[in-house]
């Protein structure tokens, strides 16, 4: 079964598709479509070719849709203050992650992610479905769940590490809603 981006397009729909699972190559899926190999994630661990001409489409719109991914991206600076704790921190010797390592890096993805998709929607404002994969929430959550909900671990972290830590997912679901947000008023129209 293709597909419901491509269903939506076939439909006569006019769809754009950021960063979902099998849209690498991007052509022929939708009006619109940034694929989710734009970010490194596990492609570049697993030795996986990437093309740029295969990352977006139409690739006609190749520099200004991957724009936001590239180097020279500056990430909001008021969202990279406000989400990650301001703290000096070093994940203890047992900890299987770096926390503070594992949001800087999905926040970076997500801010992207966001600007991609907003861009799309002022730039082609025909655009009737945008279909937007945020999926630095889940990382979040496997970084810092023990911090926000110490209970639940036989042996929990430290008190100081759940007063600074501990609010992380909750502000992670503060920056999305406000993605969110941002994404609903780049439509011309409030859309459905």
């Given at each position: 079964e293709p597909p419901v981006?491509?269903?939506l397009e076939r439909s006569g729909v006019k769809t754009a598709v950021v960063r979902f699972n099998f849209?690498?190559?991007a052509d022929g899926q939708a009006s619109v479509v940034i694929s989710n190999h734009v970010v490194p994630d596990m492609w570049d661990a697993l030795g996986v070719d990437r093309e740029d001409r295969a990352l977006v489409s139409p690739a006609t719109r190749t520099h200004d849709l991957l724009a936001?991914?590239?180097e020279?991206?500056?990430?909001?600076?008021e969202v990279l203050h406000r989400v990650p704790p301001?703290?000096?921190?070093?994940?203890?010797?047992?900890?299987?992650?770096?926390?503070i390592a594992v949001l800087t890096k999905v926040l970076a993805y997500d801010q992207?992610?966001?600007?991609?998709?907003?861009?799309?929607?002022?730039?082609?404002?025909?655009?009737?479905?945008?279909?937007v994969h945020i999926g630095g929430f889940d990382n979040v959550c496997h970084a810092f769940w023990q911090y926000r909900f110490p209970?639940?671990?036989?042996?929990?972290?430290?008190?100081?590490d759940v007063r600074?830590?501990?609010p992380v997912i909750d502000r992670y679901l503060e920056f999305i809603d406000g993605g969110l947000a941002g994404l609903i008023a780049a439509f011309p129209s409030a859309p459905n």
């Open positions: 981006w491509e269903l849209t690498y190559p936001p991914f590239s020279h991206w500056t990430p909001d600076a301001e703290i000096d921190w070093t994940p203890p010797h047992d900890a299987l992650m770096d926390p992207r992610t966001f600007h991609a998709a907003e861009h799309v929607l002022r730039t082609d404002p025909d655009v009737a479905v945008e279909i209970g639940d671990f036989a042996d929990p972290p430290s008190r100081e600074v830590l501990g």
